[in-house]
């Protein structure tokens, strides 16, 4: 997380809040309070976090907020829009903060929500491009999803998987463990994957309470075939691809694709899934799988080997697949039915991460993880977009277009 410089008060201003105590000291050190880049929606949940300070400081707000301390780390909740002063002391070291709150983003408009690890979800303005601001989950944000006007966010290291409704303003979490892609159906169920659940990979359907499946060793890449029903889990580390039954949650058939499958796709009509194999941990390249669904998942093609392939993303339309490399800093435009590129791969940002492709705006988002940058490109040109790349907060990982 980027730390912001901190507004260093005397004593005898702090000494003016009431809910504050502070031993009496000769001379206070300055800390620093980390805060996003970006101002904060209400209803926000914000881990705090400071340099200098002991792990045993005292925080305290002053404003439309609380804190609370849940498991010995203290969370700011954004109570209201407005200004809320952030102090925090040790006795020696001291920092403040103000932050300021906004009012939820109008419910009219269409966003572009980027999932950034390290401080939320951030908010654009999808005409302008524009930042609108942060929603801060209290957790680290690695995937996200919509259906309808609900937003689900993962939280990848933690278990705050939340739900934002928008008409009207609405933010629930749910105790999820590890929850890496999340993925939604067109009735509106959201499904999520579990890194590491009892032990293995899972699966989870989010209803009340969880429905939940193991599925391999480090469940990670999903993708769900809606019309008939089915779904599919990559599990990174032992290579395998689980085809499920999205209803009742029970496996179907494993196919073994290959060390570090990653990332799955699934074409318009379910015939073919594409597995991103990124390779990394046994210092092998990566490739792109095409499996074919029908009458059961089977291998029927694989991409030349690429340097270290992540992310991906189908551009039904114009019959194309997006694959980003965090390696070489590169977007693969590749065939879908022969692998093949058809497109000189696209120049990006610094480690580009899962990719969105957006056929009602004709536009490729590309969130760029050690640039704190989002991409974006217009399909018809695959040229950048003007303005791209754009500041996001902290590590983004997914992008979701959410009207």
Aim: aromatic share 6%; glycine share 8%; with cysteine.
């Amino acid at each position: 997380m980027k730390t912001i410089r901190a507004l260093v008060l005397p004593f005898a201003a702090i000494a003016l809040v009431g809910t504050m105590w502070l031993p009496r000291v000769d001379r206070f050190v300055a800390a620093k309070i980390s805060f996003a880049p970006l101002p904060y929606f209400v209803g926000s949940r914000i881990a705090l976090r400071a340099v200098g300070v002991a792990p045993n400081a005292h925080w305290s707000v002053v404003g439309p907020a609380r804190i609370a301390n849940v498991g010995g780390a203290h969370y700011l909740t954004a109570i209201r829009p407005g200004r809320a002063q952030v102090i925090v002391s040790d006795g020696r070291a001291i920092a403040a903060r103000t932050v300021r709150i906004l009012a939820a983003p109008s419910p009219h408009a269409t966003l572009v929500a980027v999932a950034c690890f390290d401080d939320g979800v951030a908010l654009f303005d999808a005409r302008s491009l524009s930042a609108l601001g942060i929603l801060a989950t209290g957790g680290s944000p690695s995937d996200l999803a919509t259906a309808g006007d609900r937003l689900a966010v993962t939280d990848n290291d933690g278990d705050a998987f939340t739900i934002v409704g928008r008409a009207p303003w609405r933010i629930e979490h749910q105790s999820l463990a590890a929850s890496d892609e999340v993925a939604s159906t067109p009735d509106g169920s959201f499904y999520a994957t579990l890194r590491e659940w009892r032990g293995l990979g899972a699966v989870a359907r989010l209803t009340s309470p969880p429905q939940i499946t193991k599925t391999g060793i480090t469940a990670e890449g999903i993708a769900i075939d809606a019309r008939r029903g089915l779904l599919y889990v990559a599990n990174v580390n032992d290579g395998s691809v689980l085809e499920l039954n999205a209803r009742t949650m029970k496996p179907i058939h494993r196919l073994w694709v290959g060390s570090r499958v990653f990332s799955l796709a699934l074409d318009a009509n379910g015939t073919h899934l594409y597995a991103v194999r990124n390779g990394g941990m046994k210092n092998d390249d990566g490739d792109v799988v095409e499996i074919a669904t029908q009458p059961r998942p089977h291998i029927v093609a694989r991409s030349g080997l690429l340097d270290l392939p992540l992310g991906i993303a189908i551009d039904r339309r114009a019959h194309r697949l997006f694959v980003t490399d965090e390696a070489a800093d590169v977007i693969y435009v590749l065939d879908p039915t022969s692998l093949r590129a058809i497109h000189a791969p696209l120049h990006t940002c610094h480690t580009p991460w899962d990719p969105t492709f957006d056929a009602r705006s004709d536009r490729l988002y590309v969130p760029c993880a050690r640039d704190d940058r989002l991409d974006i490109f217009n399909g018809g040109t695959l040229a950048r977009v003007a303005g791209a790349p754009i500041r996001t907060a902290g590590y983004p990982l997914a992008v979701a277009i959410w009207r």
